[in-house]
C-alpha cells in the first residue's frame, strides 16, 4: 500500500470515529432528555401481541425507540440490560420488511417488520401498525390470531382502508396455504380478515401490489412464493405469475407465466462457501461452451444475459444465486423459443462446466426444483 493510500485510509478511519462520537454524544443527550426511566423501560422492553383490535399501545419507551432509533441490542445497551440471550429481544424499530403507506392527510402508516435474523436474539417479527403524524407517534398491537407476526407484506390504500397481503413470517409457521390478505380501517384502525376464493397465489413475500384505476382490482407481481418441493426442503421460488385479486367479490385469478421461469439447485458443493469473485480467465474455457464470450455480471450472484434466438430479438436471463449454500440457478425469460434454436440442457452443462472450472470444485449437478401438486 503506498502512502497517500495509508494517509487516506487513517484519514478515514479518524472520521468515522468522529462521526461516532458525534453519535454517540447525540445519543447521550437523547437518553438525558427524553428516555423513559428505568422502569418504565423494564416495564415495556419486551415487544408484545395487543390484546384487543386494535389495543393502543403507545407507551414512552417505545416512542422513544421509534423516533431515536436504535437496534435490540443497542436499546438494551443503553438502559443496562447487558445479555439478551437471557432478557430475550427488546423493543426495536430498525426492521426489514415493514410495509409502508402515506394517507391523504400526510399520516404515514408503518406495519409489521423483522427485526434482525433467526439467529440473533434480538429477532422478532412484529404485528403491530405504527401511526405517525408529525410529532405525534400511536402504536397500536393485535391478538395473533387477529394479524399474526408479518414481513415483507403489501400494504395498498383503498379509500379509507389498507389492504395488506402476503407474509413471510417465522419459518415454522411458512406453508402453502392460500394467500394472507387482511384490510386495516384507518378510521378505527381495527383488522379483519378477508375469506378470498380462486386461484391465489399462496405464501407470497416481497412482492408488489398495484391499484387498478377504477380502484377495484390489486394486480400482484413479482416476489418469492413458499413451496413444497418434490425431493428438497420446503423453501421459496420466484412467481413469475401475475394475480388479479378483485376487491369487490374477493375473487383471485392467476394470469400464468411459470413455462417463462424454471430453477435447480447446484449438488455436489456440500457445506462449503464459494467466493462471489468470479474471474475466471476466458482462454481457460473450452471454445464448445456456450457461455465462453457472454461475460457474466455479479447482482448478488453470477448473471448471464443469453439470445433466445439468432436474431437476438429476445433474452434470456441465467442467474446463479447465494453464492454459498445452497446454491440456486434461474432462467428466465421466452424459454420455449430458445429452445427452438438451442439445446438447453447443454446450456445447463456449460453453466456447470464454468463454475467447475473457476471454483475448483466438482463434479456438479443440477437438481429441478419443482412444486408438489397439491392434491385436493
Known amino acids: 500500500m503506498t502512502t497517500p493510500d495509508i494517509m487516506a485510509e487513517m484519514s478515514n478511519e479518524w472520521t468515522n470515529n468522529l462521526r461516532k462520537r458525534k453519535l454517540d454524544h447525540e445519543r447521550l443527550q437523547s ?36 423516533r431515536h432509533g436504535g437496534s435490540s441490542w443497542g436499546l438494551s445497551q443503553d438502559f443496562g440490560v447487558l445479555d439478551e440471550f437471557q432478557a430475550g429481544p427488546c423493543f426495536s424499530f430498525q426492521r426489514y420488511g415493514q410495509a409502508k403507506v402515506i394517507l391523504e392527510d400526510g399520516r404515514r402508516v408503518l406495519i409489521g417488520g423483522a427485526h434482525e435474523d433467526f439467529y440473533d436474539p434480538g429477532f422478532w ?48 409457521h411458512r406453508d402453502e396455504a392460500p394467500t394472507k390478505v387482511f384490510i386495516l ?16 397465489p399462496g405464501s407470497i413475500w416481497s412482492h408488489c401490489a398495484e391499484l387498478s384505476s377504477d380502484g377495484k382490482q390489486l394486480l400482484i407481481s413479482s416476489g418469492e412464493c413458499h413451496c413444497k418441493l418434490v425431493g428438497l426442503p420446503d423453501q421459496s421460488l420466484i412467481n413469475p405469475s401475475l394475480y388479479v385479486l378483485n376487491l369487490e367479490n374477493f375473487s383471485w385469478t392467476m394470469f400464468s407465466r411459470e413455462s417463462k421461469c424454471r430453477e435447480w439447485q447446484v449438488s455436489g458443493i456440500s457445506e462449503r462457501m464459494l467466493s462471489r469473485s468470479f474471474d475466471l480467465n476466458p482462454d481457460t474455457i473450452p471454445n464448445s461452451n456456450m457461455l465462453k464470450n457472454l461475460l457474466p455480471f455479479l447482482q448478488g450472484g453470477l448473471q448471464f444475459r443469453i439470445p433466445c434466438d439468432p436474431d437476438e430479438d429476445d433474452f ?40 467447475e472450472l473457476n471454483y475448483g470444485i466438482g463434479p456438479l449437478k443440477l437438481v429441478p426444483m419443482e412444486r408438489q401438486k397439491v392434491v385436493n
Open 31 to 66: 437518553l438525558s432528555k427524553e428516555a423513559p426511566d428505568r422502569q418504565t423501560f423494564l416495564q415495556w422492553r419486551s415487544p408484545r401481541p395487543g390484546r384487543s383490535n386494535p389495543e393502543n399501545l403507545t407507551n414512552q419507551f417505545w416512542v422513544y425507540a421509534i
Open 125 to 172: 417479527i412484529y404485528n403491530d401498525v405504527v401511526v405517525i403524524e408529525d410529532d405525534k407517534v400511536t402504536i397500536y398491537g393485535y391478538p395473533l390470531k387477529t394479524f399474526p407476526p408479518t414481513d415483507y407484506a403489501s400494504a395498498t390504500l383503498v379509500g379509507n382502508e389498507i389492504w395488506i397481503i402476503g407474509n413471510l413470517g417465522y419459518r415454522e
Open 185 to 200: 380501517n384507518t378510521n378505527d384502525w381495527s383488522i379483519r380478515v378477508a375469506e378470498c376464493h380462486g386461484n391465489s
Open 316 to 355: 434470456l436471463t441465467l442467474t446463479v444465486q447465494d453464492l454459498g449454500h445452497p446454491v440456486k440457478v434461474r432462467l428466465q425469460g421466452e424459454i420455449e423459443n430458445f429452445e427452438k434454436f438451442y439445446d438447453l440442457q447443454k446450456l445447463l452443462n456449460d453453466l456447470l462446466e464454468l463454475i
